[in-house]
């Protein structure tokens, strides 16, 4: 059964890079079939999708944090990564990854989440 | 960007209903849209992909139809456990975006 399971700090400080990896196990990164991505959801609001990567490294970004937004693959790690830098308060979500469909766009596959807040 | 609406934005219904929310493009898709459940606390959950099409382990009484701009997720027979916000996905064009939700409470 597939799993993704995200990781990093819970608490960024204001103007600094939010860094979160997302582990992929039970299936392989390289599975040229899908999409990984990361989606994100302020508290009490709905969900913001922000980008995916391919296993070759294509990126596909939310234009509105494009600026912003660096999605890495390690394929040999099976795992990706989401940075977003110059974070402020509105970027305090609960972060998911996924996996996404390469043909229809679906994520069937997400992480439990994980709250990032930006505080000093 | 595609814009995504859903209505009604929350609404309230009994064990045994059938409640139906319905999802509007700012565009054509075609047939390119998915409705999650999502519980609190928990990541959402895929009920339909690709407008029509029951994701695996998902109960039948959960359907979704349309085309185009306009596609509807209905829950044939209320139950306790779909008490939720449910949300519509397109998956058309880069932005992917998601509609604002739809909270279902249980009466």
């Known amino acids: 059964q597939l799993q993704l399971q995200e990781s990093g700090p819970g608490l960024v400080k204001p103007s600094e890079t939010l860094s979160l990896t997302c582990t992929v196990s039970?299936?392989?990164?390289?599975?040229?079939?899908?999409?990984w991505g990361w989606v994100r959801q302020p508290p009490g609001k709905g969900l913001e999708w922000i980008g995916s990567?391919?296993?070759?490294?294509?990126?596909y970004y939310n234009p509105s944090l494009k600026s912003r937004v660096t999605i890495s693959v390690d394929t040999s790690n099976n795992q990706f990564s989401l940075k977003l830098s110059s974070v402020s308060a509105s970027d305090t979500a609960v972060y998911y990854c996924?996996?996404?469909?390469?043909?229809?766009?679906?994520?069937?596959?997400w992480g439990q989440g994980t709250l990032v807040t930006v505080s000093s | 960007d595609i814009q995504m609406t859903q209505s009604p934005s929350s609404l309230s219904a009994s064990v045994g209903d059938r409640v139906t929310i319905t999802c509007r493009a700012s565009?054509?898709?075609?047939?390119?849209l998915n409705w999650y459940q999502q519980k609190p606390g928990k990541a959402p959950k895929l009920l339909i992909y690709?407008?029509?099409n029951l994701q695996g382990g998902v109960p039948s009484r959960f359907s979704g139809s349309g085309s185009g701009t306009d596609f509807s997720l209905t829950i044939s027979s209320l139950q306790p456990e779909d008490s939720a916000s449910y949300y519509c996905?397109?998956?058309?064009?880069?932005?992917?975006?998601f509609g604002q939700g739809t909270k279902l409470e249980i009466k």
């Open positions: 996924a996996r996404r469909d390469k043909t229809y766009g679906y994520s069937a596959y």
């Open positions: 690709a407008a029509s």
């Open positions: 039970g299936g392989s990164i390289s599975s040229s079939s899908n999409y």
């Open positions: 565009q054509s898709i075609t047939n390119f």
């Open positions: 996905q397109q998956s058309s064009s880069t932005p992917s975006t």
């Open positions: 990567i391919y296993y070759s490294g294509s990126t």
